[in-house]
């Protein structure tokens, strides 16, 4: 992850250039900081710094400056490390004194560098002070309140040290989905454009959807023959910062955001949300971070074996194993075949034939199972059964609730939100502003919230002139008060079209336990004005956990009201940093008629398209078309939240 992994990268096997101008310019950068980390006079560190930026915005071709020795003539870059560089660009090989300033730097020292605000000053003197040569060494230290007193520091830097701890653990082990999407996808795409790949596919978590990846996995089908080439490729895309091993069938890889040609952003964020999972501290970490793959490379005919395999999840792959030996057969990574003594390729060459995943489905009496459904969740048994749902799809969805805009926290204005809502195909669009007691979040008064309210209906009235199928809802988030209070007057709530009732006083939530939780919730939800259900948790994925709370029960209670025909819907909030309710709660409300809608929760006409991963965990839950409120036209939504037409 990122940090620990402080080798000087392997040179590519086929240069020169034996590196590129990224992984220069990152050598460079990491040689100030050990040099740094040593105690090394500033001017030395100084030019390493500078030597690295210059080369990191090089306009030029690196390998060719070096090539032509005009690398000599850039201002900044003087003999020594112009030697150094000439050395590992055109010969491959590290200077020696990196290496060995490599090799002796404590990896503690280096991965205290992850913990924000951390740096190499700081970390020497820790490290020459209170001796601290780890980040557990670090965490004591700082419990027994030993930094606080050291020049430099105070109790301020040493709590924000705790927390920056804190947050590098969670950051370290996973990644969102979303960003896990990014870089598998990008790497995809490279990989899928070098000749001789006949075709490659994200397998593992990322492909079923999971809320976080631990690392990505992709399956690639090539030629026996073309095995060595298609290798070489990969081991030279961009964006590779490290490899960790490479040898016949499978490459492991640490990509970092350099693979990203358009940069690293990662857009607007809603403050709340930024706030718990680390503010700036966290976007840090984002743009310094990095991601394992590894990529299998298999003969075409075994591809949809080892695609399957990887995709697991290995709860899956159990229940799939079984039922093959049920059968006689064996089923692996290689294929599906009868028991022998072979083993690997040589195996395979006795398995049943599938030109994809679907026929190793039907070979062994089972419906195709969607990947994103392949948890050992019922899946298996509703193969068997032709029970499998019919899951929901982005081109269902034609509206959402719970979206913001300027008039509280938001950053477009209702019409633009309006304008991208018709362009992404959408026939309604649901405003649910902040209400009052949200200061941070600029909370709208009852009569902003009216005159708004009045707005949408003269749009709504055009467009019905016009003969436009798109309308405006106007609701409110609600936050949720002490008793499961509501935050605006009846009377107020009454005239505008729905309320998204939600909690966001996450440290009073937090600090109680799940029975007066689950009151609370139970008795807002009884509310008549109260429609959705919002971020039912209010976990934020990697940031903070949600409050104690019996879901289970608010769900039962809500489904008690749909059956009487009161509509009191979940939602499933889109961000990728809630993706609340949990896709396992999703499947439980679908079970008891709860309706779910999905909602991007949109701060910004970007943040409507966060309808994408709530339409991915969505699928995950088993959510189909009539699950979900977005699926509703804008006249039977209309219907749905106003009784009319
Ligand atoms: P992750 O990376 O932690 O987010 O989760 P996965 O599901 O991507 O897990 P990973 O990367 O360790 O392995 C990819 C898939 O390979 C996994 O979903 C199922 C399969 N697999 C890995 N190890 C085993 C195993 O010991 N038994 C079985 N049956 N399958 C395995
Ligand atoms: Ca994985
Ligand atoms: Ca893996
Ligand atoms: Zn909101």
């Known amino acids: 992850m990122a940090g620990t992994s402080w080798k000087l990268p392997k040179a590519r096997p086929n240069g020169p250039p034996y590196f590129s101008r990224n992984q220069v310019s990152t050598a460079l950068h990491q040689m100030a900081v050990l040099l740094e980390l040593n105690g090394a006079n500033m001017f030395r560190t100084r030019s390493y710094q500078n030597g690295s930026r210059l080369i990191g915005s090089l306009a030029q071709d690196l390998g060719e400056l070096v090539a032509s020795g005009e690398l000599f003539d850039l201002k900044g870059i003087g003999k020594g490390l112009g030697s150094a560089i000439t050395q590992a660009v055109g010969d491959g090989n590290w200077p020696e004194e990196w290496v060995e300033l490599h090799e002796k730097t404590p990896p503690g ?24 040569m780890t980040v557990a060494d670090l965490q004591e230290v700082c419990v027994k309140n030993e930094v606080a007193p050291l020049k430099g520091f105070g109790a301020k830097s040493q709590q924000r040290i705790l927390d920056g701890i804190d947050l590098l653990a969670r950051f370290s082990a996973r990644r969102r989905l979303d960003i896990g ?32 990846i631990g690392d990505l996995d992709i399956v690639a089908a090539v030629n026996p023959s073309d095995i060595d080439t298609v290798s070489q490729n990969i081991l030279s895309l961009a964006g590779i910062a490290d490899v960790k091993g490479a040898g016949g069938s499978k490459i492991s890889v640490i990509l970092d955001t350099s693979i990203f040609e358009e940069g690293f952003s990662l857009g607007h964020l809603d403050a709340n949300v930024l706030d718990a999972i680390g503010g700036q501290d966290y976007e840090q970490l984002e743009s310094g971070g990095t991601i394992d793959a590894q990529v299998r490379l ?32 064996k089923l692996n990574e290689f294929g599906l075949m009868p028991e022998t003594e072979l083993t690997g390729l040589e195996a395979a060459a006795t398995s049943l034939s599938a030109i994809d995943e679907a026929e190793i489905y039907g070979h062994l009496g089972l419906d195709f199972v969607v990947p994103e459904l392949r948890e050992d969740m019922g899946e298996i048994e509703a193969a068997q059964n032709n029970e499998l749902p019919n899951l929901l799809k982005l081109s269902d969805v034609k509206g ?26 959408w026939s309604w669009l649901g405003i649910a502003d902040h209400s009052p007691t949200l200061m941070v979040a600029n909370g709208a008064s009852a009569e902003d919230l009216l005159s708004q309210h009045e707005k949408m209906q003269v749009y709504n009235q055009d ?19 002490e008793n499961g209070k509501l935050d605006h007057p009846d009377d107020v709530l009454s005239k505008i079209d729905y309320v998204v009732a939600s909690v966001h006083a996450m440290g009073r939530w937090a600090s109680r336990d799940e029975s007066q939780n689950t009151e609370d919730l139970l008795k807002c939800l009884d509310h008549e ?15 903070r956990d949600g409050y104690e709370v019996d879901l289970h029960r608010v769900l039962e209670h809500m489904a008690e009201y749909n059956a009487d025909g009161v509509l009191k819907a979940v939602e499933l909030n889109a961000s990728p940093y809630r993706l609340d309710l949990d896709w396992r709660l999703c499947k439980r409300a679908k079970e008891l008629g709860v309706p779910v809608v999905i909602n991007p929760d949109a701060h910004s006409t970007s943040g409507l398209g966060d309808i994408d991963y709530g339409v991915m965990v969505g699928r995950k839950g088993w959510l189909e078309s009539a699950d979900v409120l977005n699926s509703l036209s804008a006249e039977q939504m209309n219907q749905r939240l106003l009784g009319v037409d």
């Open 298 to 329: 298999v003969p075409p005919s075994v591809f949809p074996f080892t695609l399957a395999y990887f995709t697991g999840s290995k709860e899956h792959n159990i229940r799939m194993r079984k039922i093959a030996q049920e059968k006689g057969l």
């Open 181 to 212: 999407l990014r870089y598998g996808h990008t790497f995809l795409n490279m990989i899928n454009e070098i000749p001789g790949i006949q075709k490659a596919e994200l397998a593992g978590s990322a492909r079923r959807r999971r809320e976080t």
């Open 400 to 425: 959402s609730l719970h979206n913001h805009t300027t008039l509280s926290d938001g950053e477009a204005s209702l019409e633009e939100m309006a304008d991208t809502a018709r362009r992404m195909g």
């Open 463 to 481: 467009w019905k002139n016009q003969g436009v199928d798109f309308r405006l809802f106007s609701g409110v988030e609600s936050d949720i008060l």
């Open 109 to 132: 020292l280096i991965e205290m560098l992850g913990i924000p605000g951390v740096g190499p000053k700081k970390i020497k003197l820790l490290s020459d002070e209170l001796g601290v």
């Open 529 to 543: 004005a109260t429609t959705v259900l919002g971020h039912p948790t209010g976990r934020i994925l990697q940031g």
